[in-house]
């Protein structure tokens, strides 16, 4: 148990459904992330929050949409997806983004296929 | 820009020591992170060097060497637990994001 947890643990969807996942942590952190994990690939950094506000994006597609309410929980809004966006998404969180991003925590992730 | 590079792929027997290395490119850089990742599982924080030389931590040592712009992760007494993907990750500072290696897939036989 790493204190992120995130739903669903798999979804399916086709390309022109909407679907959210979400992701909440229970660490007391200030950050907040979303990476995308292909296979065989590096693990992919999407965006980042720190205190509540979005200080990164990583030239995302604008298919994908996040908000973050409030530096516990996170979502990540799909919509219109491809195919190739099929992969599994982590949501990670820190003390901070900037002085003690060395360690992360991880969710178990979303394994996403898009038809 | 930064790059990571690992192997895909390393096997050992259960009791044996493995060392799985990671050598980068970079122009600078904080500390060098491990992760570890169980099938279907979230990647898990083992390690990190701010410093060059080893860190220990029970069974699993890290290394780095900035002159040679090179680390290694080190499992001793292999367990057939220990079987996932380990990651090496470069912390860049400055407040900038990690840049993940793309994994190596330790496979511990009986």
């Known amino acids: 148990e790493t204190g992120v947890t995130q739903t669903p643990r798999h979804l399916v969807m086709g390309m022109t459904n909407k679907k959210s996942l979400k992701c909440e942590q229970h660490l007391g952190h200030n950050a907040m992330y979303w990476y995308k994990q292909s296979a065989k690939k590096p693990l992919e950094l999407m965006f980042v929050?720190?205190?509540?506000?979005?200080?990164e994006n990583n030239s995302v597609p604008s298919r994908f949409s996040p908000e973050c309410p409030n530096s516990s929980h996170l979502f990540l809004h799909l919509h219109t997806l491809q195919p190739e966006d099929s992969a599994l998404y982590l949501c990670?969180?820190?003390?901070?983004?900037?002085?003690?991003?060395?360690?992360?925590?991880f969710g178990s992730g979303t394994q996403l296929s898009v038809l | 820009g930064q790059s990571l590079e690992q192997p895909s792929e390393v096997t050992a027997v259960e009791g044996a020591i493995v060392q799985i290395n990671c050598t980068y490119q970079?122009?600078?850089?904080?500390?060098l992170s491990w992760y570890q990742q169980h099938d279907g599982g979230a990647p898990t924080f083992l390690s990190y060097n701010a410093l060059d030389g080893l860190e220990e931590t029970g069974r699993f040592s890290s290394f780095l060497s900035r002159s040679d712009s090179y680390g290694y992760l080190l499992l001793q007494e292999l367990q057939m637990k220990d079987s996932a993907s380990y990651f090496c990750a470069l912390n860049p500072g400055s407040a900038r994001q990690l840049t993940f290696g793309s994994g190596t897939q330790l496979t511990v036989l009986p």
């Open positions: 970079t122009s600078g850089f904080y500390g």
């Open positions: 990670a969180s820190s003390q901070d983004s900037w002085g003690s991003n060395e360690k992360l925590f």
């Open positions: 929050y720190n205190f509540k506000e979005q200080t």
